[in-house]
């Protein structure tokens, strides 16, 4: 089996009621400090609202996703998923990528293909 040298964090659903995007970016934050390469893709239409600036609630997931982004921590923002809530690249936290979800799929392949670690949360 291959060394894991990258990961790809996977959030489907943003609900403030559940800990997935806390432990998204929990995991996210661990695996960059541990050295690994670390690429979130935000995708369907619940998933993508992290990728939203400006959003109310608790916790402050807006300030949490920039201390991601300086760290180097990558966030991908699936197109499809936005076009659905009407979600804009303008209106997408600085620094998250807008990527079509022919990209997205590419992704998966490339790090199941490299025997790379794929988490869904």
């Known amino acids: 089996m291959p060394e894991v040298t990258k990961v790809l964090l996977l959030l489907k659903n943003m609900v403030y009621e559940s800990t997935s995007p806390q432990e998204t970016i929990r995991f996210a934050k ?18 993508v609202m992290l990728a939203k600036a400006g959003k109310k609630g608790l916790p402050e997931y807006d300030s949490k996703i920039k201390d991601c982004l300086e760290m180097g921590i990558k966030f991908k923002c699936c197109e499809l998923g936005a076009s659905v809530i009407g979600l804009k690249k303008a209106e997408l936290i600085p620094g998250i990528e807008m990527v079509s979800s022919y990209e997205i799929a590419d992704l998966f392949l490339e790090f199941c293909e490299q025997g790379q670690l794929v988490i869904t949360l």
């Open 30 to 47: 661990y695996y960059q400090k541990k050295g690994l390469y670390v690429t979130v893709v935000l995708f369907g239409p619940m998933g």
